[in-house]
């Protein structure tokens, strides 16, 4: 044992000596990559001779399954240690590889060339990426350009990536996808807009989409879809046709290269339905078609893919007025139309429900002469007159004026009320404007207007007082209902109180107002007084001073002033 204790030392300086001699004075070959030859293989280990006093083995899994390995071969091995427990020198081939790996990613990282590499693993924050049998770590940032929802398709593939920072001691590699795409979609966006012009067609992925459009991908630039550019029918949102991912097919329709601005249409690389528009739907024709949206002024039908046209309110309904199309029409119903205009420039179709139906009023007429007598239902009294009941659904209007020959509208109104059954006489029709005109007053003789033939403007005339308020006085005169405001009492301040005129007593005035059609008489004792006074003065001014007849005339006029 001491023999063997003594011997120790000699054979490990000898050794120290080989190593000096192989590898320098210092000989420390651990942590190194040398060349090595293979001398025999086993069911398990890789035998190689790296001209040490022993051989070293390296585990056969190291060189993969594929890998040929024949006696002689020569390899690149690492030192792992100089001896184990069986006084073997531990080789791994696969430090060496990834030692190799190492300073040519070193090499990529200082000229800042790209590396392949494939996404291997999900870790915390991002994940592993094998290059070359290095492992590197790529952040969740910057995998894309933007965020992506599912990377099982980016997973297994071979793909370039850029060394952001590498840590040897540490045994760190960072790397990013992403910086790689921003400088493909650099160049790819150089190359697109010195290449684009008005006209041009291509792919594009829909990026975004808003209320108003949606913004396209073509592969470093964005454009422009507009709501209006994406189908030549009539579309409420952009989202019913498009969906953020969706690869889609555009044309250029203009471009700005002041700001690189790019407008794009989907609906340009489609036939437009409008041209001529105006030989597949006529004027009068009638066609069925889906109704697509309902507004408060009407409803829109499509009459085929792309071509719609309006319904107005006022054209849904012979008799159903002032109500919304809704509470009409529903979406999505099949309703049968008629065309009333076609205006190809303006892109606008008239379309009418109602003339597809009977027309009642032009019914009711053909069955009701003008001045027959009718009996109707009073269904509303309004400001302006009574509308009256024909049929279930069409109505008769009597205005104020035709209501009564001897009293004003809004008092003659007053006779009347809601559900009350009247007969009338129709005085007017129109048709188009849908619109029936009634008379009650005409059922009778116009005794009234008769006594206005007896009247004109400047008449004097004797009229009975019949009542009498602070503002006017109330008289009649043949029959006929007239009225002598305050002011037109008399010409002095003094004569023009209401009060000192009673009921029965009979006066003098002058007519001012005389208007058969309104059946408004007024009178004016004033304006009579005026007249007089003035007639007097008249004949005072022609009587010669000196004459007799001049104190006559002189006296007679200031009797009636």
């Known amino acids: 044992m001491t023999n063997t204790a003594f011997k120790i030392p000699e054979m490990t300086e000898s050794f120290e000596a080989l190593l000096n001699e192989q590898f320098g004075e210092d000989g420390n070959i651990t942590g190194s990559v040398v060349k090595g030859t293979i001398i025999r293989l086993t069911p398990d280990f890789v035998i190689v001779d790296v001209g040490l006093k022993s051989e070293g083995r390296i585990p056969l899994r190291e060189f993969g399954l594929n890998k040929e390995l024949n006696i002689g071969d020569q390899i690149e091995v690492y030192v792992d240690r100089y001896e184990d427990r069986d006084g073997n020198i531990v080789l791994s081939r696969e430090k060496a590889r990834r030692e190799e790996v190492w300073q040519d990613l070193e090499k990529c990282l200082e000229s800042g060339e790209r590396v392949n590499g494939v996404i291997f693993g999900r870790v915390k924050g991002g994940f592993t990426v094998d290059l070359n049998g290095a492992i590197a770590f790529l952040p969740g940032s910057q995998i894309d350009i933007r965020p992506i929802r599912d990377i099982t398709p980016l997973m297994g593939i071979s793909q370039p990536f850029q060394i952001l920072k590498m840590d040897k001691v540490r045994g760190n590699i960072v790397v990013s996808r992403r910086v790689v795409l921003e400088e493909t979609r650099a160049e790819a966006r150089a190359e697109l807009v010195e290449s684009l012009k008005e006209g041009s067609i291509l792919d594009g992925i829909v990026k975004n989409i808003t209320d108003y459009g949606a913004f396209i991908d073509l592969g470093g630039i964005d454009g422009l879809l507009h709501v209006t550019d994406i189908s030549w029918k009539r579309i409420s949102h952009p989202a019913e046709m498009l969906s953020v991912g969706q690869t889609i097919k555009v044309q250029v329709i203009k471009f700005n290269e002041d700001n690189q ?301």
Not at 303 to 322: A, F
Not at 394 to 421: N, P, R, Y
Not at 437 to 449: A, P, R
């Open 261 to 561: 601005r790019i407008s794009l249409g989907m609906k340009q690389l489609e036939n437009d339905p409008w041209a001529g528009v105006e030989g597949k739907f006529k004027v009068g024709d009638v066609y069925k078609g889906k109704v697509t949206n309902i507004t408060d002024y009407g409803a829109f039908v499509e009459l085929e893919d792309g071509i719609e046209g309006l319904v107005h309110v006022s054209e849904m309904s012979w008799t159903r007025k002032n109500v919304h199309p809704g509470k009409i029409i529903s979406t999505s119903q099949e309703v049968e139309v008629k065309v009333l205009e076609v205006d190809a420039d303006k892109r606008r179709i008239s379309l009418g429900i109602k003339q597809c139906t009977p027309n009642p009023w032009a019914a009711y007429v053909e069955e009701h002469d003008l001045g027959s007598v009718i009996e109707g239902k009073i269904k509303n009294i309004t400001e302006f007159g009574l509308f009256v009941g024909l049929t279930d659904e069409i109505d008769g209007m009597v205005h104020l004026s035709d209501i009564s020959w001897d009293k004003s509208g809004e008092e003659a109104v007053k006779d009347f009320t809601k559900g009350q059954e009247i007969q009338a006489k129709i005085i007017d029709v129109d048709v188009e404007k849908e619109r029936i005109s009634l008379g009650i007053k005409q059922l009778t003789e116009d005794t009234v207007g008769a006594a206005f033939d007896g009247f004109k403007k400047g008449d004097v005339v004797k009229a009975t007082v019949v009542s009498a308020d602070d503002k006017e006085v109330f008289v009649e005169v043949n029959g006929v209902q007239a009225s002598i405001k305050r002011i037109d009492l008399a010409k002095d301040k003094a004569g023009q109180e209401t009060s000192k005129f009673e009921a029965g007593q009979v006066i003098e005035a002058k007519v001012t107002v005389a208007d058969k059609k309104k059946g408004k008489l007024s009178l004016s004792i004033k304006a009579l007084e005026v007249d007089e006074e003035k007639k007097a003065l008249e004949e005072y001014t022609n009587v010669d001073s000196g004459s007799s007849a001049f104190g006559d005339a002189l006296q007679s006029a200031m009797s009636k002033k």
